[in-house]
C-alpha cells in the first residue's frame, strides 16, 4: 500500500508541474488559431486571450480530438462555442466525438440543413448535450469579451425566405467569419465558392490572414477576391493525395501571383497562428 | 496413481474427440449469394465511418459476419437483433476472406432483457462516457484497456502501435488482468477476513468483473485461467496445477469446442501454463517490481509461436518496452478502477483519481510513440509447424529439466 501512497504523491506531483507548464504555454494572452490537421476537411480551434475555446467546424473524422488534446489544457474540457459553417460530412463528422467528449456552451451554424445520416447524428449529438440548432447571419457579431470579436459577413439573412431551410447548394451557404483582435483580422471561408467571394471582399477588406475557401478548389476564389483583401498568409486545410485534386494549380498560381505565403495541412500538419493584437507569427509542424 | 491418471486421460481425450467430432459434422456451411436471416447480440462495438456503420457479429458458434449499415439506426454493444439478408464475401488485406452483409434488413433493436447483464452494460457504458469526457481519447482508452480491456475506442494509429510494440496483451481483457483483479481484492480482503471467505469474495469479485468486461467467450475463458492461476498461487500448490489446467481446457473444450480453432483460446491456455510453470524458475529474482514483469515474459515465452503464426510479426523491442511500462499496470488498474467506482457517486473524486492516472498514461504513450518508431519488427509469411512443435517440444524439456533440478535442491 505504501508503494501506490508513494506513486500517488509523485503523480501529483508531476500533475502539479503540468498545470502550472500548460497553464502558463496556453493561457499567454494572446489570441490562438489553429487550423487542424484533420485530412481532407475543415477544423479550426481558436483560444481567446481570457481563454475561451472555439471550434470551427469537426473536420471528416475523430482527428480534430488529437487537435484539442494537443491545444487544451488536459483540464480543460469545455468548448465555449462551436461555429458549423455548413453541414457537409468533411465538416461535420468530427464534431459528432466533440460534443460526446466536451462540455459545449454554444452552438451556431447556416440555417442550411441535410438529410445525410451523419447530419441525422450529428443533430442527435447535439440534442444530448441539450443545445439547440442557432442560426448567424451576415453582420452578427459575437463579441468573447476579451478584444475578440468574430464578425459574421456571410450568408445574408435576405438570402432566405423566413420558413425555408437550405437543402442543397449549402456550401455557398457557409458562414463566413472575420475574426479579429486587435490590428489582426483572420477571414475564414467555409466551403463558399469565388461568386461569395467577391460579394463579400469589400466587407472583409484588408486582412492578414486567410482560410482558403473551399480546401483550394477551382471555384474557390478570384483574382479580384484576393486583389481586395490582400493577404499576408494563407492557409489551406486539405488532405493529402484527395481524390478531387485539392488545391488546384489555379489556386496556388493565384495566391502565388498575390505574393501570399501559403501553407498547406497536408504538407505542413497543423498550422498555428498566435497573435498580440497588432504581430502574429506563425508556427507549422 | 500414474497408471489411474494416463486411463484417465486417455478417456478425457477420447470423449472430447467424439465431441468435437460431433460438433463439426453438424455445421451449417455457407456460401456467397445465400439468403439467411438469423438471431445473434451484437458482441462487439460497432465502428461509425461518415456515411455507415460497420459491425461484426457471430452468424453461429463457428462463424462471423461483418454488418455493414446505414447509420439511421443507432447499433449498440450489447443489442439483440434479427438480422437477414444475402451474404456476401470480401477479401481481407491478410489474405483471408470473412462473410459481409450489406445493409441487411434489421429487426427489433431490443436491449439486453435479462436485469443483471442490462445493468452491467449501463454500468460499462456509463464508465466509458465518464473516462471520455475527463481523458484525452488516447489516454482514456488506453486506461479502459488497462483496466476493463476495454479498446474498442481507441485511436486505430495508438492501436497499431501497441501492436507493433508488443504491449498488446495490456489492453486485451487477458487471465492478467483477471489475476490482478482477484489478487487485488485477495491482497485487500484478506487483511480483513478469513482466507476462506477473501478467496470466495475475490472470486465473485472476478466473475462481477467479467461481467463488467463484456462476458465475451473470449473474457469468460480469460476468467476461468485467471481464477486457476489465482487459485494456484494463493494455495501454492503449483504441482497440481497441470492437472487442473488441463481437465479445465478440456472441459471448456467440451462445452464451446469451437475454440479448437480459436487463436484466442490457444492463447490464454499457453499464456496461462506459462505463467503457472516458468515463473518458478525466477524466485530468486522475484520482488513487487519484477513480479508483473515476470508473469508477463512467461506468458510472451509460451505463447511466442502462436503470436508469430498469428499476428506475423513479433517486435524485438517488446521485452524492453514492456520491462519499461509495466509497472504502470498495477497503479493504473486501481487508479482506474477506483475513479470508475467514485464516477457512479461523486463525479469530483473520479476525475481526482483520472488525473492522478495521467502521468503513467503519458509515460506509458510516450514510451510507445518512441519504440514504435524505431520499430525493429520481425516479419514471418508463414510459420512452419515444426519450428512450433520444436520449440514447445524444447520449452518443456528446460521446464522438466529445471524442475527436476530444483526439487532435487529441495529434497538435499
Redesign the interface.
Given at each position: 500500500m505504501k508503494k501506490y501512497l508513494i506513486l500517488s504523491i509523485l503523480s501529483l506531483l508531476i500533475l502539479t508541474g503540468l498545470f502550472f507548464y500548460q497553464n502558463a504555454k496556453i493561457n499567454d494572452g494572446k489570441l490562438h488559431l489553429v487550423v487542424c490537421d484533420v485530412g481532407q476537411g475543415d477544423a479550426i480551434y481558436l483560444k481567446t486571450p481570457s481563454g475561451k475555446d472555439i471550434l470551427v467546424d469537426g473536420g471528416p473524422n475523430d482527428s480534430v480530438l488529437n487537435c484539442l488534446t494537443n491545444n487544451m489544457p488536459f483540464w480543460d474540457r469545455t468548448i465555449d462555442l462551436i461555429v458549423l459553417t455548413h453541414p457537409d460530412a468533411d465538416h461535420i463528422t468530427g464534431l459528432v466525438s466533440v460534443l460526446e467528449r466536451y462540455n459545449v456552451l454554444h452552438f451556431v451554424t447556416s440555417k442550411t440543413t441535410k438529410t445525410t445520416a451523419i447530419y441525422k447524428k450529428f443533430l442527435n449529438a447535439l440534442e444530448k448535450e441539450g443545445l439547440e440548432l442557432k442560426y448567424v447571419f451576415a453582420k452578427d457579431r459575437i463579441d468573447f469579451g476579451d478584444g475578440t470579436v468574430s464578425n459574421i459577413i456571410w450568408p445574408d439573412s435576405s438570402l432566405f425566405n423566413s420558413k425555408q431551410i437550405r437543402e442543397s447548394g449549402v456550401n455557398e451557404y457557409s458562414v463566413i467569419q472575420l475574426i479579429s483582435y486587435g490590428n489582426f483580422q483572420a477571414l475564414l471561408t467555409g466551403d463558399a465558392g469565388s461568386l461569395v467571394m467577391d460579394e463579400i471582399a469589400k466587407d472583409a477588406g484588408d486582412i492578414d490572414i486567410l482560410k482558403i475557401p473551399h480546401h483550394g478548389s477551382k471555384t474557390g476564389m478570384s483574382d479580384y477576391f484576393l486583389t481586395e483583401i490582400k493577404p499576408e498568409a494563407a492557409v489551406i486545410s486539405v488532405g493529402a493525395k484527395n481524390r478531387y485534386g485539392h488545391p488546384t494549380q489555379f489556386s496556388l498560381d493565384l495566391l502565388s501571383k498575390h505574393n501570399v505565403k501559403t501553407l498547406r495541412t497536408d504538407k505542413n500538419g497543423e498550422i498555428e497562428i498566435v497573435t498580440t493584437g497588432p504581430d502574429y507569427e506563425v508556427y507549422s509542424n | 496413481m500414474k497408471g489411474s491418471l494416463i486411463i484417465f486421460y486417455v478417456f478425457l481425450i477420447t470423449i472430447l474427440i467424439l465431441r468435437l467430432h460431433t460438433f463439426y459434422s453438424n455445421q451449417k456451411t455457407y456460401t456467397k449469394g445465400q439468403e439467411i436471416s438469423f438471431e445473434t447480440q451484437i458482441l462487439s462495438f460497432p465502428k461509425?465511418y461518415?456515411?455507415?456503420q460497420t459491425v461484426y457479429v457471430n452468424l453461429d458458434k463457428t462463424t462471423k459476419v461483418l454488418i455493414r449499415t446505414?447509420?439511421?439506426r443507432?447499433l449498440n454493444y450489447g443489442d439483440y437483433v434479427k438480422v437477414s439478408g444475402t451474404l456476401d464475401t470480401i477479401l481481407l488485406s491478410s489474405g483471408g476472406t470473412i462473410f459481409t452483409l450489406n445493409n441487411p434488413e434489421i429487426e427489433a433493436n431490443f436491449r439486453e432483457n435479462n436485469p443483471f447483464l442490462s445493468s452491467v452494460y449501463f454500468i460499462r457504458q456509463k464508465i466509458i462516457?465518464n473516462f471520455?469526457?475527463?481523458?484525452?481519447?488516447?489516454s482514456s482508452s488506453l486506461l479502459l484497456g488497462i483496466v476493463f480491456g476495454i479498446k474498442e475506442n481507441m485511436?486505430k494509429d495508438f492501436l497499431d502501435k501497441i501492436q507493433i510494440t508488443g504491449v498488446m496483451h495490456v489492453v486485451a481483457a487477458s487471465g492478467m488482468n483477471v489475476t490482478m483483479v482477484s489478487g487485488f481484492l485477495f491482497y485487500l480482503l484478506g487483511s480483513l477476513l478469513k482466507r476462506q471467505f477473501a478467496i470466495a469474495l475475490s472470486i465473485f469479485g472476478v466473475i462481477f468483473y467479467t461481467a463488467l468486461a463484456g462476458f465475451e467467450p473470449s473474457i469468460i475463458r480469460a476468467a476461468i485461467m485467471g481464477i486457476l492461476v489465482f487459485s494456484a498461487q494463493v494455495l501454492g500448490r503449483q504441482q497440481y496445477s497441470l492437472n487442473t489446467l488441463l481437465i479445465t481446457g478440456a472441459f471448456m473444450l467440451f462445452l464451446w469446442p469451437q475454440f479448437v480453432t480459436d487463436t484466442g483460446f490457444a492463447l490464454s491456455f499457453t499464456a496461462t501454463a506459462g505463467i503457472l510453470f516458468i515463473p518458478l524458475f525466477f524466485q530468486k529474482v522475484k520482488n513487487?517490481f519484477t513480479e508483473v514483469f515476470i508473469t508477463t515474459t512467461s506468458a510472451q515465452i509460451a505463447t511466442l509461436p502462436i503470436l508469430i503464426g498469428a499476428f506475423g510479426s513479433f517486435s524485438l523491442l517488446s521485452i524492453l518496452v514492456n520491462a519499461l511500462v509495466l509497472w504502470t499496470i498495477?497503479?493504473l488498474m486501481?487508479?482506474g478502477a477506483v475513479a470508475a467506482f467514485f464516477g457512479f457517486i461523486f463525479k469530483p473524486a473520479a476525475v481526482l483519481f483520472l488525473?492522478?492516472?495521467?502521468?503513467?498514461l503519458y509515460f506509458f504513450e510516450q514510451t510507445v510513440y518512441l519504440f514504435s518508431e524505431l520499430g525493429v519488427v520481425v516479419t514471418f509469411d508463414n510459420v512452419p509447424w515444426q519450428f512450433s512443435a520444436g520449440y514447445y517440444l524444447l520449452l518443456i524439456s528446460i521446464i522438466l529439466f529445471l524442475n527436476k533440478k530444483n526439487e532435487k535442491v529441495f529434497n538435499s
Open positions: - | 461509425t461518415t456515411f455507415y446505414d447509420l439511421d443507432q462516457d471520455n469526457s475527463s481523458l484525452d481519447p488516447v485511436p513487487s498495477p497503479v486501481i487508479l488525473y492522478l492516472s495521467l502521468p503513467f
